[in-house]
């Protein structure tokens, strides 16, 4: 019999999975959305922990844009059977051909924010009635004030003015028909949590977290890496670097850093000494507006 | 300074509430937390001094920094909740940044209700107000067990000792009439940093710590309560496959008390008796579990439990009962308590069907004063009222045991979550 000596995360560990489990009780149809990143990842993980030794009883769901990194959509595949979970991917290419939603051209056009629609509807056909996701609240200002079980109404919207008061460690799950929750377990761990988690819990992810040496042009100040779904405009040369990537996301959108951290411990150390938040360093789509973020979980971004 | 581990376990973040009145300071105290913690990434630095610029201050405003949604950056307030996050060598923390105006009171007791520490802010210059007394009567309410009193801006009383000794006899005379049992004061300036991360110069009469030195040390192991065991079963854990074929398993997390292989326990409500088998984790069996741990219990016998059980022990548990005895805030700017109306009722992992059947007072907020007539309980209102629920819950007195002691009323109509509870047993 083993003495737990847990580490660093142990306490931000267990109120996660209190709330997988509660929630998994309360509702009929939940779903993880699972994209390959370290959040997903981390909460896979969790998920797996909270019902052990059972499976994981709901299925995850990819959003996928179609821009995707290659080693990411590998890792994807392999990690759902690992966990011998049921993965269902929700195409945005499937929206833009049956014109639900449509497509902005040019080398700056992104599907990022075509999600939403993806993600809906994927809801509705699956009927399900909570969602699964990895935001942390330290992420974005936005973020800061959602709850951890989060309301959606019919339309998928969140209305930030109308939350429901989240007290103690109870958590209300209830919605009406057609109605959904977002519940997002690691809303109160940092990046640097989520890195300590992936170190103590040897947890495998996509290898592009890691430092390697890639073709890459600046853009807006960031690092875009070179991708067959990312036109280059006049004066963006290419050249190679060594860099990693702190999130992970639609290839169009997702930038890297210039790092040396080759392994887990690495990053950690990195993370620690950091001067500038993941999403400030590396997500072109936040940068839009002031209040971007705001907008589209309104609508019903993840 | 190492961090410390009590029992195995690396010490949980600490989790505070700031409560301030407008233009206490509250946002450039946390601002300056952050800041003086090197806390702050550099774009989030950049995207303030650039809006202070626009906006024409010639300082840079810390308030921005933990300023969220757009209608409070519209009106310039804070409305909601807003959690934020630092972390120094010693600790981590979790803040959750509260409104203090008696608008949003319910957003306060939001914040209250995980925190292990209150930070009540007052102006040096006006010394204890309307609003000081309430913040410190929801600290009291909730249970947090340490309040901090932080007198700031000390700058703009010439650093003056006996006002902050004035300020600290008054406030001593007032919270004799609450239940709060550790409170400091620390004279500040959150605009100047005095006394928030660096010792004050200004102010070398003041022998106490500075307020992170406060945060980083004040020890909470000794809050919790390890004497009544309480296990709210959250879920049966039967994995129907080949390798664990009799497996049945109760996943909950530990409300209060400890738990190890080997004891003797009662399970409500059928008051059957059964020994712990072995508590599981993902990493294997562990030889004890503490509060707010999330394990698995498997019991020696094959006895029914399913979630909304709870598991204690025989010569220590609640008593089951439909009546309830409680102090209740209420949340729902929609519609007042009504008499008799059901609402549902989420008592730990338990959901049951409750009506309350009585309002014995309100509770000025202010003076304290129990208007007895009252019948009724509107938005941020507070009261002792009794309930009657259509089935028996496992209550506990809030002030001994804050999990098994609290709940939640929800409108069945509109699923908003109406009222905050506080149970108070005649045994506690
Ligand atoms: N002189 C002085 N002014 C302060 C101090 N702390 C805050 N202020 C000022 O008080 C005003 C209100 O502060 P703010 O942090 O926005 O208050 P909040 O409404 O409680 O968040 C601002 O103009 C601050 O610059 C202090 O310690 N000394």
């Known amino acids: 019999m083993v003495t737990r000596v847990a580490g660093a995360t142990a306490q931000l560990e267990d109120e996660a999975i209190t709330i997988i489990r509660e929630v998994a009780a309360e509702c009929e149809r939940p779903v993880l959305l699972f994209s390959g990143g370290k959040d997903s990842v981390v909460m896979l993980h969790l998920a797996r922990r909270a019902f052990w030794p059972a499976r994981i009883p709901f299925p995850v769901m990819h959003v996928d844009t179609g821009h995707n990194f290659d080693e990411v959509i590998a890792f994807r595949d392999r990690t759902v059977d690992l966990f011998d979970v049921k993965l269902i991917v929700a195409s945005v290419q499937d929206s833009i051909d049956r014109g639900r939603v449509h497509e902005d051209t040019g080398p700056r056009a992104s599907r990022n924010p075509l999600q939403t629609v993806t993600l809906l509807d994927a809801i509705t056909e699956h009927r399900f009635d909570a969602v699964f996701g990895g935001a942390r609240r330290d992420e974005e200002r936005a973020r800061a004030k959602e709850r951890v079980v989060s309301h959606r109404d019919e339309f998928g919207q969140w209305d930030p003015k109308n939350q429901r008061p989240e007290l103690w460690g109870i958590y209300n799950t209830r919605r009406n028909r057609g109605e959904h929750v977002r519940v997002f377990p690691l809303s109160n761990w940092t990046e640097l949590d989520v890195w300590r988690f992936i170190a103590e819990r040897d947890v495998e992810l996509p290898s592009l977290y890691f430092a390697h040496h890639r073709q890459v042009f600046r853009r807006d100040g960031m690092l875009m890496a070179t991708n067959r779904h990312v036109p280059r405009l006049d004066g963006e040369e290419p050249f190679e670097a060594l860099v990693r990537f702190r999130t992970i996301g639609d290839a169009t959108c997702t930038a890297a850093v210039e790092s040396a951290a080759f392994t887990v411990d690495d990053i950690v150390a990195e993370t620690a000494v950091a001067r500038v938040t993941e999403r400030g360093a590396t997500r072109a789509d936040d940068r839009i507006s002031e209040a971007g973020m705001e907008d589209r979980k309104r609508q019903g971004y993840f | ?428």
């Open chain 2, 1 to 428: 300074m190492q961090p410390d581990t009590t029992a195995g376990r690396q010490r949980a973040p600490l989790r505070f509430a700031t409560v301030g009145s407008v233009d206490d300071g509250k946002s450039t105290l946390i601002g300056r937390l952050l800041l003086d913690s090197k806390s702050i990434f550099e774009d989030q630095l950049e995207h303030i001094e650039a809006v202070s610029k626009r906006r024409g201050n010639d300082y840079v405003d810390l308030a921005l920094l933990t300023d969220g949604l757009r209608a409070e950056r519209e009106q310039g307030i804070t409305i909601d909740v807003a959690y934020r996050y630092f972390s120094t060598p010693v600790r981590s923390f979790i803040i959750a940044d509260c409104p203090g105006h008696v608008q949003y009171t319910r957003n306060a007791i939001t914040g209250a209700s995980t925190a292990d520490l209150a930070l009540v802010l007052v102006d040096a210059r006006h010394g204890i107000v309307e609003q000081t007394r309430r913040h410190s009567l929801l600290v009291s309410l909730l249970g947090v067990p340490h309040l901090v009193i932080c007198v700031n801006k000390m700058d703009l009383v010439g650093h003056d000792r006996d006002q902050f000794d004035a300020i600290r006899q008054e406030f001593t005379e007032f919270a004799a009439r609450l239940d709060l049992r550790d409170v400091t004061f620390i004279p500040i300036s959150a605009l100047d940093g005095d006394n928030v991360v660096d010792r004050s110069a200004n102010m070398t009469w003041y022998e106490g710590p500075t307020l992170l030195h406060h945060l980083e040390t004040v020890y909470t192991a000794s809050d919790e309560n390890l004497i009544d065991v309480r296990f709210p079963v959250q879920y049966v854990i039967r994995p129907q496959r080949a390798d664990h074929h009799d497996y049945r398993g109760y996943a909950g997390t530990v409300a209060a008390g400890t738990l190890r292989p080997g004891d003797e326990v009662l399970v409500l409500p059928s008051g059957l008796t059964s020994r712990i088998a072995r508590i599981d984790t993902a990493d294997g069996p562990v030889d004890e579990a503490r509060p707010s741990m999330a394990v698995t219990v498997l019991l020696a016998d094959d006895l029914d439990v399913s979630r909304g059980d709870m598991i204690c022990r025989p010569n220590n548990h609640p008593t089951p009962s439909q009546d309830l005895d409680a102090t209740i805030a209420w949340m729902d700017s929609e519609a007042p308590l009504a008499l008799r109306r059901v609402y549902a009722l989420k008592h730990t992992t338990r959901t049951v069907r409750a009506m309350i059947t009585d309002v014995h007072y309100r509770l000025d907020v202010h003076s304290l004063h129990r208007d007895t007539e009252a019948t009724e309980l509107k938005l941020n209102e507070i009261g002792r009222v009794t309930l009657r629920a259509t089935a028996p819950l496992f209550a506990d007195d809030y002030r001994r045991s804050r999990v098994t002691g609290s709940f939640v009323l929800i409108d069945e109509a509109t699923n908003q979550t109406v009222a905050a509870g506080m149970l108070r047993t005649a045994t506690a």
